[in-house]
């Protein structure tokens, strides 16, 4: 069965330091993958997606990144870190036709 | 991807059916209708999905309006756990990218 990982679970970093959450997805290839915050009381945003390695789609320009060095792996980055990044991360995954997402357990972020 | 409508919040008491209603009058043809949960703290959960026909599975059922204008998400009997959003999303078959999640519908259940 197929299962998604991400770490850590919670993370508080100061304002101007880097971030870097690790997402990586077993039992399954090729997945379609996704970076999703929410932020406090409000709806799931995405912000990147990627159908294969090397491939990244940003859904929203800000300080963030995304990374996907192998075919089950995702990384989220940013330099700098913004009081405005808090909120909770989440990877999810699925396969070619999308229909079905399944998300991992999330990162909950506080920026100080 | 069009919008969807769903109430703030319904309540419910435990055992009893629940039906959470979505409105979606702008659907189009290649749209599917998908179902999300997300319990507190946790990521979301797929619930079901549908493009014309009803369907059934073990967590829930989903009612789809003749029209395609609406649709229904049916717990047959509420427990506890099911206490959360539920989010009405619709997605085109042809689009491999994100699930656009609106506010969607807080499910308190009453014991």
Redesign the interface.
Known sequence: SQTIHQWPATLVQPVGSPLSLECTVEGTSNP?L?W?RQAAGR????LF?S?GIGQI?S?VPQNLSASRPQDRQFILSSKKLLLSDSG?Y?C?W?G???????????T?LTVT | DAKTTQPNSMESNEEEPVHLPCNHSTISGTDYIHWYRQLPSQGPEYVIHGLTSNVNNRMASLAIAEDRKSSTLILHRATLRDAAVYYCILKSSGSARQLTFGSGTQLTVLP
């Open positions: 379609n996704y999703y709806g799931l945003q995405l997606y159908v789609s859904e909770f989440l999810a699925s070619l036709a999308g229909y079905e997402q399944y998300f991992g357990p999330g909950r």
